[in-house]
């Protein structure tokens, strides 16, 4: 499967943005799918994820209210709605793939990467 993210862009703090990844190649219905990112400096860490039917999601602490998840599996995407987003957010986002099984989702069991998506956000 091959992934492709996009959304991202510069908001001011409390500002939204909508993340989409695009799958093409094999049914996203296939995989289990997570959002990460990677601020500058910083290791990649995990934000979220979705099961492959998406009747399970899973949230960083640091992103628990203010972040939702969600797939349409027929439309072949996932996205990462982003909410009251604070400086602290700003990174490189990926999406990536794991095998329905992979559950929960964590970057060992990611498959597949997307090219990133920069997210900045202003104070």
């Known amino acids: 499967v091959q992934l492709q993210a996009s959304g991202g862009g510069l908001v001011q703090a409390g500002g939204s943005l909508r993340l989409s990844c695009a799958a093409s190649?094999?049914?996203?219905?296939?995989?289990?799918m997570g959002w990460f990112r990677q601020a500058p400096g910083k290791e990649r860490e995990f934000v979220s994820a979705i099961s492959w039917g998406g009747g399970s999601t899973r949230y960083a602490d640091s992103v628990k209210g203010r972040f939702t998840v969600s797939r349409d599996n027929a439309k072949n995407t996932v996205c990462l709605q982003m909410n009251s987003l604070k400086p602290e957010d700003t990174a490189v986002y990926y999406c990536?793939?794991?095998?329905?099984?992979?559950?929960?989702?964590?970057?060992?069991?990611?498959?597949?990467w997307g090219k990133g998506t920069q997210v900045t956000v202003s104070s």
């Open positions: 190649g094999r049914p996203v219905s296939s995989y289990a």
């Open positions: 990536g793939a794991a095998d329905r099984s992979s559950w929960p989702l964590n970057s060992r069991g990611i498959d597949a």
